[in-house]
T-cell receptor, first 111, second 113 residues
Framework: SQQGEEDPQALSIQEGENATMNCSYK?????LQWYRQNSGRGLVHLIL?????REKHSGRLRVTLDTSKKSSSLLITASRAADTASYFC???????????FGTGTQLKVEL | EAQVTQNPRYLITVTGKKLTVTCSQN?????MSWYRQDPGLGLRQIYY???????DKGDVPEGYKVSRKEKRNFPLILESPSPNQTSLYFC????????????FGSGTRLTVV
């Protein structure tokens, strides 16, 4: 099944810095979604980028997609302590609704 | 408020004692899914349902059953729980379109002793 692999596994930055996390996948997709998970809680949908889009913005989030490299990145600008969470990418295959998640990137934003 | 409600939030049970984790959504979503989350393994899909009476196996269905008799409910049944089913479980739902995001429940932490 299609599964995104997030990189790095863990990231620690200071408040105000930018955080970048990457996602790689293996087969063609219809879209790619990013989710956030606060410790032990359910995932929250952040942003979706279609396969024919290269970049998308939502508030402090910027997502890029390179289908030729089968990769995506999530940039959080001017990070805050409240951004501390795990972030997951979910590549959505063209054939259906099945979303598969990887192990995520654990982001820690320190004051 | 639009939400996915799972119950119970925490459950400790003994090996072999049948249990059901309930999941209900109030958004009239067509698509529902169960995941388990384990350290180092990420989220793995157990079962999913594309509509009433339509269910299919995910990546790790062994030891689990589901049913979808009504659109809003998608219970997860463990007929004979074993310790390797100790995990954090999430129910999620979405509208049918490919571009819809999932709404997740708050999770059920299950311990099987």
């Amino acid at each position: 099944s299609q599964q995104g692999e997030e990189d790095p596994q863990a990231l620690s930055i200071q408040e105000g810095e930018n955080a970048t996390m990457n996602c790689s996948y293996k087969t063609s997709i219809n879209n790619l979604q990013w989710y956030r998970q606060n410790s032990g809680r359910g995932l929250v949908h952040l942003i979706l980028i279609r396969s024919n889009e290269r970049e998308k913005h939502s508030g402090r989030l910027r997502v890029t997609l390179d289908t030729s490299k089968k990769s995506s990145s999530l940039l959080i600008t001017a990070s805050r302590a409240a951004d501390t969470a795990s972030y997951f990418c979910a590549p959505t295959p063209g054939g259906g609704n099945k979303l598969t998640f990887g192990t995520g990137t654990q982001l820690k934003v320190e004051l | 408020e639009a939400q996915v409600t799972q119950n119970p939030r925490y459950l400790i049970t003994v090996t072999g004692k049948k249990l059901t984790v309930t999941c209900s959504q109030n958004m009239n979503h067509e698509y529902m899914s169960w995941y388990r989350q384990d350290p180092g393994l990420g989220l793995r899909q157990i079962y999913y349902s594309m509509n009433v009476e339509v269910t299919d196996k995910g990546d790790v269905p062994e030891g689990y059953k589901v049913s979808r008799k009504e659109k809003r409910n998608f219970p997860l049944i463990l007929e004979s729980p074993s310790p390797n089913q100790t995990s954090l479980y999430f129910c999620a739902s979405k509208q049918g379109a490919l571009e819809d995001g999932y709404t997740f429940g708050s999770g059920t932490r299950l311990t099987v002793v």
